[in-house]
């Protein structure tokens, strides 16, 4: 049998996302499954341990609400091992939930026996900064929990997955999740050299919400992080020039008024005459160095910061127009006008809508980005989202596991390639 | 009391004059896709020998599930976690009957022949069916100038002279995923490892 029509039914793959974890073979056509990128530690000595048995001692999927005891040992107990798209090299616990996911997970899909199946081709992703010793990590993982299931395995960039699934060969990915962001060209390969990270995602978004808060009379919703996350989703706006947007604000207070109430609650959030400040939320993500944030620093408000994590410096205070060209003007000279003319946006910090009467003042993502580019004279550009946010990486690590030769070693300067697992 | 039958899951009791059977859902159960369903399909096969019948699940299904369906089946329904059970269905007790005797019809030669030509016809279907499935088949693997369909790059898989048989849940033959279609990627990356003098952008 052909081994393309082996790889149409064994593709695996599998995408470690700071929140949840998608996996499934090729055969599930176009949605992967999901479960929470997370693990339980679950006390030993519990009657409900005792009672149901879990042959393993990290309890993953769909079962982990069952095994949750006490609030208080949530912290200690529940493990997310990718909050920033990063494991620490000593953080046993973090690598056990990831091994213990990729059995969870190819277990879930396992053959009949006496099928002629000889192991799954995996495909992996991991956060484009994630530095050599977790892609070491991780294939040595493959290694020790594969039992016959693995026949090869690799691990590609997540923005590289996105190009492959949004089927466009060279681009420039930004993948922006909840703690940093990523600007990736990619050229038919990752150009690596030319990243640049960013210290900045969600998460900044949510604090300069809660400072909003604060200011307009909510300081008891300010500390709690869901309601903060809430309040940033539906009141939250990106503006397409900030002065403006607050002046016409000021001008017009009732159009760009912004409420909110919590459902299944009384509680509302109603920002009256200072909804003007609703356009800082999505300015701040995309551009944090207009004056009007300096008064939120000088109170306190951390100021994103320059940071080193693994091998990579993230940057803080780089606006996202900054960071693009400072990423495409590390490529080659002639590639890039290519890179200009297809830019992808992906990642949950990218989701701005722009409501009904608004159109004049807030913009959605890739406008806002196009603006950020053109202010920095950067005209022939085209800014799109990918096509399906929520399983581009997933789409493109299948196709990537289906098409490319199974006699691509791993080579560990490229970082690409099979690794072939032993039976 | 032990369920007399071993070939039976579950438990029997007798309440009364009353034959009670459950059977239990465990927490692994719920990882497996079929259980569930060939669990209450047994419990209503179960209607005709028991005045009335039980499933005991986990709690964590009570969520998943919508009660209404055993009730109008009859089919009594618990949930359970470490600190109680709970009835949220109570069962319809049903009298365990004897199957009608059905005196067999006369047949009817015009029928009979009728059904005959069906079955003919249905066979024809069949073998048409098969036919373009073959096709298809045939259509998917030769080589394209343009489009999806990839070309076989590297010679089969050494070992094992036979043809792998898919797990049920697998169609054989069955069209890849949209967004495999008209992806330049797929070329793209036949060629890792083939072309080494290709320059490299990274």
């Known amino acids: 049998m052909s081994s393309d029509n082996y790889r149409s039914h064994y593709t695996f793959a599998m995408d470690f996302g700071t929140s949840d974890f998608k996996y499934g073979p090729i055969t599930l056509g176009e949605k992967p499954r999901i479960v929470n990128n997370r693990g339980y530690f679950p006390d030993k000595s519990s009657v409900m341990y005792k009672a149901f048995e879990p042959t393993s001692d990290v309890i993953v999927g769909d079962d982990v609400p069952l095994y949750l005891q006490s609030a208080e040992d949530l912290s200690s107990r529940l493990i997310y091992p990718m909050r920033n798209g990063m494991i620490d090299k000593s953080d046993d616990q973090a690598w056990r939930v990831v091994s213990s996911l990729t059995s969870y997970s190819l277990d879930a899909f396992k053959p009949e026996s006496n099928n002629g199946f000889r192991g799954y081709y995996v495909v992996a992703s991991l956060s484009s900064v994630s530095p050599r010793y977790m892609y070491e990590r991780l294939l040595g993982t493959f290694q020790e929990n594969n039992h016959g299931k693995i026949r090869a395995v690799t691990v590609i960039p997540q923005p590289f997955a996105v190009a492959i699934g949004h089927g466009v060969t060279t681009c420039v990915v930004i993948e922006s999740g909840h703690g940093n962001s990523q600007v990736c060209p990619i050229s038919k390969y990752p150009i690596r050299a030319a990243q640049v990270a960013l210290n900045r995602g969600g998460g900044d978004a949510n604090a300069i919400t809660s400072e909003i808060l604060k200011d307009t009379g909510y300081g008891d919703l300010a500390n709690e992080e869901a309601v903060v996350r809430k309040v940033k989703e539906n009141i939250g706006l990106v503006p397409g020039n900030l002065d403006n947007a607050i002046a016409d604000a000021k001008k017009f207070p009732r159009k760009a008024r912004a409420r909110y109430r919590v459902p299944g609650t009384r509680v509302e959030v109603d920002l009256e005459k200072d909804s003007w400040s609703r356009f800082l939320i999505g300015e701040y993500v995309f551009n944090p160095n207009h004056e009007i944030f300096d008064s939120y620093f000088s109170r306190g408000m951390p100021r994103p910061k320059d940071v080193k994590m693994g091998d990579t410096v993230f940057r803080g205070m780089l606006d996202f127009g900054e960071a693009i060209i400072a990423s495409v003007e590390r490529c080659p000279v002639e590639l890039q006008p290519m890179l200009y003319r297809e830019v992808l946006l992906s990642g949950g910090n990218f989701s701005w809508t722009v409501p009904p009467k608004l159109e004049e003042s807030a913009v959605d993502a890739p406008t806002k980005v196009r603006l950020l580019l053109r202010d920095r004279g950067i005209k022939n550009v085209s800014v799109k989202m990918t096509s399906s946010p929520q399983f581009s990486v997933w789409h493109g690590c299948i196709i990537y596991g289906f098409a490319v030769p199974e006699d691509y070693e791993w080579d560990w300067q490229r970082l690409e390639g099979w690794m072939k697992v032993s039976n | ?202």
């Open chain 2, 1 to 202: 009391m032990p369920n007399p039958d071993s070939n039976q899951a579950g438990l029997s009791f007798l309440v009364g004059a009353d034959q009670v059977h459950v059977m239990v859902l465990k927490t692994q159960d719920l990882a497996q896709r079929n259980s569930i369903i060939d669990t209450v399909l047994k419990l209503s096969s179960l209607r005709n020998s028991y005045q009335t019948v039980y499933l005991a699940a986990p709690r964590l299904l009570g969520a998943t599930i919508d009660a209404s369906i055993f009730r109008a089946h009859g089919i009594g329904l618990l949930f359970f976690d470490e600190r109680r059970i709970d009835e949220a269905v109570a069962p319809q007790p049903l009298q365990p009957t004897r199957p009608p005797v059905i005196p067999a019809p006369a047949q009817d030669p015009a029928l009979v022949s009728e059904l005959a030509t069906l079955k003919s016809m249905y066979f024809e279907m069949e073998r048409n069916l098969t036919q373009l499935r073959d096709d298809l088949k045939h259509l998917h693997q030769a080589p394209r100038n343009e489009g999806f369909a990839p070309q076989p790059s590297h010679p089969p898989l050494g070992g094992g002279p036979h043809e792998p048989v898919f797990a049920p849940n697998i169609v054989q033959g069955g069209p890849l995923p949209s967004y495999f279609s008209n992806n330049p990627w797929l070329e793209v990356l036949s060629k890792r490892g083939r072309l080494e003098n290709e320059p490299l952008a990274g």
